[in-house]
């Protein structure tokens, strides 16, 4: 299975910080990543797809980049309903993976 | 737009099976998509266990496909998990889920917790 390691594991930021996660795949996966938000209690909201394009209603301060095995996610200018847990998935191949997960938290 | 329910006991014995359905309304369990479950142990990350199309296509995670059978009812216009022998490291919230361009559309997710 392809391992997804997300990193920092968590973050402190303020309200208009410049936030960046980034994702590593063990292998190749082109552009077959997607980043996902959670907030406690509730599913995962889908952010970006395909690396860097932006999922419908997501605000344009999100976004992502990357291709091969290096992937990065970044707020540009963090709000406070961006206090969450962001996860990277692959669906380049089988099984799926997810990362292992990024806290973002109230500096 | 299209919304996805899951539903099932919430308490499952050690050693029995785990079986959920998720309800799929405003759209059609028969368009071009993946129909996927995901689980959440308690204050843990996201596992995918698996997905089925509306031909019967099935993929599974192999950590858990000796166990796992995802089945599609297109009459109901549901999927359903079904996860057997299971312990402890099984309780998680069970999320269904659509995926198209990734995993765009999510059910609230079911707590089920595997105890005697």
């Known amino acids: 299975a392809i391992q997804m390691t997300q990193s920092p594991s968590s973050l402190s930021a303020s309200v208009g910080d410049r936030v960046t996660i980034t994702c590593r795949a063990s292998?190749?996966?082109?552009?077959?990543l997607g980043w996902y938000q959670q907030k406690p209690g509730k599913a995962p909201k889908l952010l970006i797809y395909?690396?860097?394009s932006l999922q419908s209603g997501v605000p344009s301060r999100f976004s992502g980049s990357g291709s091969g095995t290096d992937f990065t996610l970044t707020i540009s200018s963090l709000q406070p309903e961006d206090f969450a847990t962001y996860y990277c998935?692959?669906?380049?191949?089988?099984?799926?993976?997810f990362g292992q997960g990024t806290k973002v938290e109230i500096k | 737009q299209v919304q996805l329910q899951e539903s099932g006991p919430g308490l499952v014995k050690p050693s029995g099976t785990l079986s959920l359905t998720c309800a799929v309304s405003?759209?059609?369990?028969?368009?071009?998509?993946?129909w996927s479950w995901v689980r959440q142990p308690p204050g843990k990350g996201l596992e995918w266990i698996g997905e089925?199309?509306?031909?019967?296509?099935?993929n599974y995670n192999p950590s858990l496909k000796s166990r796992v059978t995802i089945s599609v009812d297109k009459s109901k216009n549901q999927f359903s998990l079904k996860l057997s022998s299971v312990t402890a490291a099984d309780t998680a919230v069970y999320y269904c889920?659509?995926?198209?361009?990734?995993?765009?559309?999510w059910g609230q997710g079911t707590m089920v917790t595997v105890s005697s």
């Open positions: 889920a659509r995926r198209f361009w990734g995993i765009d559309i």
């Open positions: 405003g759209g059609s369990i028969s368009s071009s998509n993946w």
């Open positions: 089925i199309y509306h031909s019967g296509s099935t």
């Open positions: 292998q190749g996966i082109r552009n077959d």
């Open positions: 395909a690396a860097s």
């Open positions: 998935l692959q669906d380049y191949n089988y099984p799926q993976t």
